[in-house]
Structures are given as C-alpha cells and as structure tokens.
Antibody, heavy 119, light 113 residues
C-alpha cells in the first residue's frame, strides 16, 4: 500500500518561496516507471496538476507555472520536494502529493496541505 | 486553465442514473490518451474512481462506469445514493506545443435530491 504525507498548514507571505516536502512509503522512486508529483486545489476551484518527477529523474511541469516550479527527489529518504518561487495570494490552495501509475493517472493521494499566501 | 470541460452540476433522485460528460480536444482525449475519474468529498483527498476509461479500482462499486469516444468521455452513476454527493473530476494527458502535461476537468458537483 502506498501512502503519501504532506506537511501541516503553511502560511507564506507574497513574493516568498514555498517549499513542500512529501514523504512517502510503499514505493521506491528509483525506477523510470514510478512517478510522484503535486496537484493543488484553490478554494472553490478545480484540481490543477503542478509537477511530477519520475524515478529516472525526468521532470514534468505545468507549462504556465514552469518558470516558478522546481521538483526534486531524495530516493534514500523517500521524499519529493516542490519549490515554488514568488508566491502570490492566488496560489492559496490545498496542495496534494500524489503517486502516478500506469497510463498517466494518480492512484494514491496524500491528505493534502493547506497553503495560505497572505501578508 | 483546465482544458477538459465538464458541466458544473448534475442532480438526480435516489436510485436514478446520472451521467457526467468530459469534453477534450485532439491534443488530449482525441489523441488517444485514456481518461480517468476521481471522486472528491469535502475535506478529504480525491479518490481514483475510474482508470483507463472504464476500469474500476478494487472497492469501487459497479454502479460507477466510464466510457470514452472521440474527444469526449463520460462517467455514469447508476442507482444514485446519498453518499454519491461529491465533486467529480475527469483527467487525461495532453501533448501540445506547450509540452506534455496532465490535465483535469473543470469539475462537476453531483447532488442527490
């Protein structure tokens, strides 16, 4: 069974950098077919995929946010880190860590982490 | 912005059948990429409901079914129950000039009358 966990609620100020660490178990991010990534949901809005990293270190980013996002992995710690620079209040959302399987879908989700951007 | 379009809401009485459409384009669903569906209850993490167009993960009731045709897909819920009240999202993969990325639908709220 795959489990993923994001940090607790986070408050960041506008223009600051957000760093989120996902810790997972039940899967090893060391093979090319395995992927772990991030999806967010602003209040009252739809799900929005952000980034994904594969076991072979290939990375995919949401095109509209590519310049602000960086995703990395630490295979030895079973962790994936998402960094988003220049945060804005519109980035306020619940951020989910997810496991990608098979034909491009997400079969396991973390409980979510509320990120609030406010001065 | 989302590139998969869903109706904002659908509703039905208990026991009825409702369907949710998901309309994409030639760069995602029409390109042959599979469609997946998620159920999202308030305060919880989304849950995979249908994968690869019409497959149910273990534990998902067979009241839920999916289909895909051309640039669109549908989720059907038969024998609607109160516990089915939730938001539903379709998801696929897109390859365009912008790159390769995962796309979600706009989301549909199901209400049980």
């Amino acid at each position: 069974q795959i489990t993923l966990k994001e940090p607790g609620p986070t408050l960041v100020k506008p223009t600051e950098t957000l760093t989120l660490t996902c810790t997972f178990s039940g899967v090893s991010l060391s093979s090319s077919g395995v992927g772990v990534g991030w999806i967010r949901q602003p209040p009252g809005k739809a799900l929005e995929w952000l980034a994904l990293i594969y076991g072979d270190d290939v990375k995919r980013y949401r095109p509209s946010l590519r310049s602000r996002l960086t995703i990395t992995k630490d295979t030895s710690k079973n962790q994936v880190v998402l960094t988003m620079i220049n945060m804005d209040p519109v980035d306020t959302a619940t951020y989910y860590c997810v496991h990608r399987r098979g034909n491009y879908y997400f079969d396991s989700w973390g409980p979510g982490s509320l990120v609030t951007v406010s001065s | 912005q989302s590139v998969l379009t869903q109706p904002p809401s659908v509703s039905g009485a208990p026991g009825q059948r409702v369907t949710i459409s998901c309309t994409g384009s030639s760069s995602n669903i029409g390109a042959g990429y599979n469609v997946h569906w998620y159920q999202h209850l308030p305060g919880t993490a989304p849950k995979l409901l249908i994968y690869d167009n019409n497959n149910r993960p273990s534990g998902v009731p067979d009241r839920f079914s999916g289909s895909k045709s051309g640039t669109s897909a549908s989720l059907a819920i038969s024998g609607l129950q109160a516990e089915d009240e939730a938001d539903y999202y379709c998801q696929s993969y897109d390859t365009s000039l912008s790159g390769r990325f995962y796309v979600f639908g706009t989301g549909t709220t199901v209400a049980v009358l």
